[in-house]
């Protein structure tokens, strides 16, 4: 081919390239569209719909992942049997004082509890990707009855009774009038981790802040039988976050009668171990502005199998 037909075929093919680039580059005019909103301050809650989803068995629990066009979300999900033999309900690590806890990245909680499900839970203070550092937490934790953290008033949290059921209640009932703890209110919980506010009460979605966020939430069934685990990505052109309304939509959405906000943004990470014996995260935190890096949290709650599956 000579110089003037390379040149032609080039000016023919130029303006075929810059159209494919920008049409993968804004295929979803709906992105577009709402990422500019939430860049221009008019952002709002949106309605979400939800396809049906395709849980997989693992063992006692079900997992999933699915993908939301508007606004567009993706996310991860666990649901776990709470009634399932041989479950157990794991809350750590362990406190270097009490209310003080080594960070650790949910992974690594899980590989050391030997978890077959964990997420990250309670608010906390300094941020960094560094395990073994003092971590502050905020509000109520407890393991096997111990309280490695005291309850915060203000927030919401998720509790585990003897009888099997699990419920999210005011960190405040767990208080008497002086502001010490209610023994007798603890006397039949096992294990408890502190979250945010409710954003599903009774089935219905709350109203709620507006902020779009990773997002890191727990729901329960409306027999408190069933657990479920949920993870939104965000922070990234095809998962924008969700809003706290949005959250409870989500909860909903997968089964959840009652739902609370754990800790989320760069805290937000979901693992399962698979059957072969390896952890995956089912979503894809970003800590820092750094995709895939997992921040070193205080809490996390986990739940392992001691029977073979």
């Known amino acids: 081919m000579n110089r003037k037909r390379k040149y032609q ?78 479950l157990r309900v794991v809350v750590g690590p362990e406190p270097l004082e009490n209310g003080i806890v080594p960070s650790i990245r949910v992974s690594s909680f899980a590989k050391q509890y030997g978890c077959i499900a964990a997420i990250n839970a309670n608010p906390f203070d300094t941020v960094s990707d560094q395990e073994g550092e003092p ?3 905020v509000g109520i934790a407890i393991q096997e009855g111990k309280i490695l953290s005291h309850p915060v008033p203000r927030y919401w949290a998720l509790l585990f009774f003897k009888e099997g059921n699990a419920r999210i209640m005011p960190q405040s009932s767990l208080l008497l009038l002086d502001g010490t703890i209610d023994c007798k209110a603890l006397e039949s919980v096992q294990f408890a981790v502190g979250g945010f506010f409710p954003v599903l009460r009774d089935g219905i979605p709350l109203p709620g802040r507006g902020t779009r966020y990773p997002r890191s939430a727990v729901g329960v069934s409306r027999d408190g039988k069933a657990l479920y685990l949920l993870a939104i990505n965000g922070r990234r052109l095809d998962s924008v976050g ?28 979901l693992v399962i171990q698979q059957r072969g014996g390896s952890y995956v995260l089912l979503n894809r935190p970003i800590h820092d502005g750094e995709l895939n890096q997992e921040r070193a949290v205080a809490t996390c709650i986990g739940f392992r199998a001691t029977e073979n599956w």
Do not use: K
């Open 135 to 137: 971590r502050q937490v």
């Open 9 to 86: 075929s080039f000016r023919f093919m130029c303006p075929w390239a810059f159209l494919g680039l920008f049409i993968a580059l804004f295929s979803s005019c709906t992105t577009l569209r709402i990422v500019t909103e939430i860049l221009s301050g008019r952002d709002r809650d949106r309605n979400i719909v939800l396809l049906p989803v395709h849980w997989q068995a693992c063992g006692p629990l079900r997992y999933t992942s699915g993908r939301i066009e508007n606004p567009p979300l993706t996310f991860g999900a666990v649901a776990i049997n709470l009634g399932s033999p041989g």
């Open 242 to 269: 969700t809003t706290e309304n949005e959250t409870g939509q989500l909860l909903m959405h997968i089964g959840a009668w009652d739902g609370l906000l754990l800790d989320g943004g760069g805290s937000t990470s």
